[in-house]
C-alpha cells in the first residue's frame, strides 16, 4: 500500500508539474507582442484632452466644430431621423447594402444622368466610410491584379500607407506637395506619372487633399488625365470632402468628372463622415466603373465576397438617414444649404488666420493659407515649432504641421496666430 501510496503522489505531482508547464506555456502566447505605436492623429486628441490648462486649443481633430468649438449635427440629419424612427425593421442589410443609399450616393459622383448609371456600368457596394472603401478596394486589387502595385502620393493621410500594407499591396509613393512653394509640386507629380510602369494603379484625392489642402487646377487635372490616358494608368479616387470643400458638390467632384469625361474606367471612396457629420455612423460607398453591365455584375460579386469574412454586410442606420436625405428634394436643398455653411465658416476662418498673422508684421508668406481648401492647412512649420506651440502655448497638432482648420474659431484665432508667428518669426 505505501509503495501504491508512493506512485500515486509521484504522480498526482507530474500531473501538477505538467499542468504547471501547460499554464507557464499559455501565459507566454502573446509574449512576443509588442506595443503598437499611437496613432499620430489620435495621439493628439489625446494629449489635448489631459491638458489641464484653459488655453489649451485642439487643431488636431479631423471633424468638423462650429465657432463654439462644439460638434455639430445637421438639422437634415436630425430631420432624416425624425422620420425614419421607429419606421423599418432592424435586419441586416444584403452584403452589397443599401440599394437606395448606392444609388443616390453614385449620383453625387458620376452626375444624376450619367450614362453610366443608366447603362448599369459601376459595380458599386456600401462600405464602412472611406476607411472601409478604401480597404475593399485594396482587397479586391491582391485579388485580381497580384502583382500590382500602387502609388500614392507624398504626403498623404497616414491610414492609406496602412490599408495597402495589410492588404499587401505593394507601395510606391509620387510627388505631390512642393515645401518650398507650399503649394502643388506639379512637374514631379507628371514626372512620376510618366516614369511609372504601364497600367499603374494610382491613389488620388479628389478634392481637398489631406493633409496639405492643396488641390491641382482644373487645367492641371485635365493634363493629368491625358497623362493617365497615354499610359494606361488606373485612377483610384478617394473622396471624403465631397461639397465639404467648396461649399459645392458638383465643383468637388470637378477632377472625377474629367477623368470620365476622358474615357477612364475609374474607382472612387465615397465618404459621408464630413460633409453630412455622420462621422459615427460609418457610410460610404465603393464604386468601380466596368466596360458594360456584365462585368458590373461580376465585379460587384466580387466585392460582396471580399465584405463578407471581413465584416458580412454594412450598418443599416446611417445609411438611412442619406438616403432619405439625398431621396427627398426639400431634405437635400438644406444638405446643400448646410454643407455651404460648414465649407464658408472653414474657408472664413483660413482668412482671419491669414491676416491676423500679417497683421503681427509676421516676415513669413502666409498666401498658402487661403491658397489651399478643405478641412486641413499644411502650415509648412517644422515639427521642432509645433512641440513649440504645445509646450508653450498648449496648442495640440500633427508635427507635420497640419492645422485642422476646423479647431479654428473667431475667439481663438488671434491666440493661435500669435502664437504661430512667435514660434516661427525667426525661421
Not at 489642402?213 to 485635365?222: A, F, H, I, L, N
Amino acid at each position: 500500500m505505501m509503495a501504491t501510496a508512493i506512485r500515486n503522489s509521484a504522480s498526482r505531482g507530474t500531473m501538477m508539474s505538467r499542468q504547471i508547464s501547460g499554464l507557464r506555456s499559455m501565459s507566454s502566447w502573446w509574449k512576443n507582442v509588442e506595443p503598437a505605436p499611437k496613432d499620430p492623429i489620435l495621439g493628439v486628441t489625446e494629449a489635448f484632452l489631459a491638458d489641464p490648462s484653459p488655453d489649451k486649443v485642439n487643431v488636431g481633430v479631423g471633424a468638423y466644430r462650429d465657432d463654439n468649438g462644439k460638434p455639430v449635427v445637421l438639422e437634415c440629419v436630425r430631420e432624416a431621423e425624425r422620420r425614419i424612427a421607429g419606421t423599418s425593421f432592424m435586419e441586416y442589410l444584403p452584403m452589397g447594402g443599401s440599394v437606395k443609399m448606392v444609388d443616390e450616393t453614385l449620383k453625387l459622383a458620376y452626375r444624376d444622368n450619367s450614362e453610366f448609371i443608366k447603362d448599369k456600368r459601376i459595380a458599386a457596394v456600401q462600405s464602412l466610410s472611406g476607411t472601409g472603401a478604401c480597404r475593399l478596394f485594396a482587397d479586391f486589387q491582391k485579388r485580381f491584379r497580384p502583382d500590382s502595385q500602387i502609388y500614392i502620393p507624398v504626403p498623404t493621410w497616414s491610414n492609406h500607407h496602412n490599408i495597402w500594407r495589410d492588404a499587401q499591396v505593394t507601395q510606391k509613393t509620387y510627388h505631390y506637395y512642393h515645401p518650398e512653394t507650399k503649394g502643388l509640386d506639379f512637374s514631379g507629380l507628371m514626372d512620376d506619372v510618366k516614369n511609372a510602369p504601364e497600367g499603374s494603379f494610382f491613389l488620388l484625392h479628389a478634392c481637398a487633399h489631406n493633409p496639405t489642402g492643396v488641390d491641382p487646377t482644373e487645367e492641371q487635372w485635365r493634363e493629368i488625365s491625358q497623362l493617365f490616358k497615354a499610359k494606361n494608368h488606373f485612377a483610384f479616387f478617394d473622396m471624403a470632402y465631397q461639397g465639404f470643400a467648396s461649399g459645392d458638390p458638383a465643383r468637388d467632384a470637378k477632377s472625377i468628372r474629367i477623368f470620365l469625361e476622358d474615357g477612364h474606367h475609374i474607382g472612387i471612396s465615397q465618404s459621408y463622415a464630413k460633409n453630412m457629420g455622420l462621422y459615427g455612423q460609418r457610410v460610404g460607398c465603393l464604386s468601380v466603373l466596368c466596360e458594360d453591365e456584365k462585368q458590373a455584375v461580376t465585379v460587384k460579386s466580387q466585392l460582396q465576397q471580399l465584405a463578407r469574412p471581413m465584416y458580412s454586410n454594412p450598418p443599416l442606420h446611417g445609411a438611412q438617414i442619406v438616403s432619405t436625405i439625398l431621396g427627398d428634394p426639400a431634405l437635400k436643398g438644406l444638405w446643400l444649404k448646410e454643407v455651404k455653411v460648414m465649407a464658408d465658416r472653414i474657408i472664413g476662418m483660413r482668412t482671419a488666420l491669414r491676416e491676423s498673422l500679417e497683421k503681427l508684421g509676421s516676415p513669413l508668406s502666409w498666401e498658402h493659407v487661403t491658397k489651399q481648401i478643405g478641412m486641413f492647412c499644411y502650415s509648412g512649420m517644422t515639427p521642432e515649432q509645433v512641440d513649440r506651440l504645445t509646450s508653450e502655448y498648449h496648442i495640440y497638432m500633427t508635427r507635420n504641421g497640419r492645422i485642422s482648420m476646423a479647431g479654428v474659431t473667431t475667439g481663438n484665432v488671434g491666440y493661435l496666430a500669435n502664437a504661430i508667428h512667435e514660434v516661427t518669426k525667426s525661421s
